[in-house]
């Protein structure tokens, strides 16, 4: 069974400084990796994803992901974090069903970014 | 254009009454999810429609719960004889159809069960 793992369940950064959120995970085959955000009263907004090539994934708001099939992780990172940036932040892999791709998502890091 | 939209946002329900939760997903999306959210904790897959079909319910938690999506469109989860452990934020989720295809949210409807 696929599984997800966020090691941090808080993050607090100063604002300008650079960020890394963990996440590990267990598939038995290549997996679909996401990042996932969730402002408060928000629904889920994708950042990025990663299905094959290039392991190293942009997304929006200056986000990007790394994946290292040699550790099974797929960790978030940005270089300068903006106040805006505090929310919590998922990921998850995708494991088909019947021809969809359910998520399985990890238990989320809370950001917290300091003034 | 128009994302996932859901209703009602809050819902408060007295122990054992029905509930029904509705979503519409966007636009010519084939692939409809239903996602249940506790307190402090990521999202869990609930249930699965292509069109009308509904392909995979393994996550439904009791035979309480139920879906629907009869055109291949609008969806509704339907709770019945809720219970306290049922008090969660419930996620829609559309998407294209195909496995690598981006899944879309909803807001979510906040469910209290008292």
């Known amino acids: 069974a696929q599984s997800v793992t966020q090691p941090d369940i808080h993050i607090t950064v100063s604002e300008g400084a650079s960020l890394e959120l963990r996440c590990n995970y267990s598939?038995?085959?290549?997996?679909?990796l996401f990042w996932y955000v969730q402002s408060p009263g928000q629904g889920l907004q994708l950042l990025l994803k990663?299905?094959?090539?290039?392991?190293l994934v942009q997304g929006i708001k200056g986000f990007e992901a790394e994946f290292k099939r040699s550790q099974s992780s797929f960790n978030l990172r940005k270089p300068s974090v903006h106040w805006s940036d505090a929310a919590e932040y998922f990921c998850?892999?995708?494991?088909?069903?019947?021809?969809?791709?359910?998520?399985?998502f990890g238990t989320g890091t809370q950001l917290k970014v300091e003034l | 254009g128009a994302g996932v939209s859901q209703s009602p946002r809050y819902k408060v329900a007295k122990r054992g009454q029905d509930v029904a939760l509705r979503c519409d997903p966007i636009?010519?999306?084939?692939?409809l999810f239903w996602y249940q959210q506790a307190l402090g904790q990521g999202p869990e897959f609930l249930t699965y429609?292509?069109?009308?079909?509904?392909?995979?319910k393994s996550g439904l938690p009791s035979d309480r719960f139920f879906a629907e999506r009869p055109e291949g469109s609008v969806s509704t989860l339907k709770i019945q004889r809720t219970q306290q452990e049922d008090s969660a934020v419930y996620l829609c989720?559309?998407?294209?159809?195909?496995?690598?295809?981006?899944?879309?949210f909803g807001p979510g409807t906040r469910l209290t069960v008292l």
């Open positions: 989720a559309s998407s294209l159809g195909l496995a690598a295809d981006t899944q879309y």
């Open positions: 598939y038995g085959a290549t997996p679909y």
């Open positions: 990663y299905f094959s090539g290039d392991t």
């Open positions: 998850a892999v995708a494991g088909l069903t019947g021809g969809g791709n359910k998520l399985t």
């Open positions: 636009s010519g999306h084939v692939s």
């Open positions: 429609f292509q069109n009308e079909a509904q392909l995979d």
